[in-house]
């Protein structure tokens, strides 16, 4: 299968400041990726779409100020959480696809800790 | 309502047994796709096995076989002789529409534990 990365693979910041993190497909051009948050024992939660050259597609309930996501090539995306805070601590996880009739791969994920 | 439902927010089995573990979803479209995917504490994502809302046989790979029955809109997963490296989150997704690309839809998972 086609491979995605994530940078970086975990990463602790301080309560209100930002931090980036990167989704890239390795091996093939992602014109979608998804980017999902996972709380502790919880299950995934989409919470954006990303197409590239777009804006991303959030959904219900994601601050689209908060979590900008930013796809500006066919292999990478960015998320980036502004003004972190305790309660923005989850696993982040992105998957990314060719195309439409393309399945979607997964990256291996992003733990973030804001102290 | 919700889209996936994963009764068995944990489980046991003992190792070589045979475990299954319960997914019922519910969709209005005809064309649509079932995942079941493994989750370690490591938290990466692992593929274990699809099936297409049409297929007709249970797609099986290696250990894992997955019971569809459409009429109940269900699609259990299925492993045979359970290993201690089985022991994870399993999460079943669903793709509604025809397109392979879209959007998944995840259950709440189940925490498999596999005893020595």
């Known amino acids: 299968g086609a491979v995605v990365s994530q940078h970086p693979s975990w990463v602790i910041c301080k309560s209100g400041t930002s931090v980036k993190i990167e989704c890239r497909s390795l091996d093939f051009q992602a014109t979608t990726m998804f980017w999902y948050r996972q709380f502790p024992k919880q299950s995934l939660m989409l919470m954006a779409t990303?197409?590239?050259?777009?804006?991303?597609?959030?959904e219900q309930g994601v601050e689209k100020d908060k979590f900008l996501i930013n796809h500006a090539s066919l292999t990478l995306s960015t998320l980036t959480v502004t003004s972190a805070h305790p309660e923005d601590s989850s696993f982040y996880i992105c998957?990314?696809?060719?195309?439409?009739?393309?399945?979607?791969?997964f990256g291996p994920g992003t733990r973030l800790t804001v102290t | 309502a919700q889209k996936i439902t994963q009764t068995q927010p944990g489980m046991f089995v003992q190792e070589k047994e045979a475990v299954t573990l319960d997914c019922t979803y519910d969709?209005?479209?005809?064309?649509?796709?079932l995942f079941w995917y493994k989750q370690p504490s490591s938290g990466e994502m692992i593929f274990l096995i699809y099936?297409?809302?049409?297929?007709?046989q249970n797609a099986t790979e290696g250990r894992y076989s997955l019971n569809f029955q459409k009429a109940r809109k269900s699609a259990n997963l299925v492993i045979s002789a359970s290993q201690l490296g089985d022991s994870a989150m399993y999460f079943c997704a669903m793709r509604e529409g025809p397109n392979a690309g879209n959007m998944l839809t995840f259950g709440g998972g189940t925490r498999l534990m596999v005893k020595p």
């Open positions: 998957s990314a696809r060719a195309g439409l009739l393309y399945e979607q791969y």
């Open positions: 990303s197409n590239e050259g777009s804006k991303a597609t959030y």
């Open positions: 969709t209005s479209d005809q064309s649509y796709g």
């Open positions: 099936q297409g809302s049409y297929d007709e």
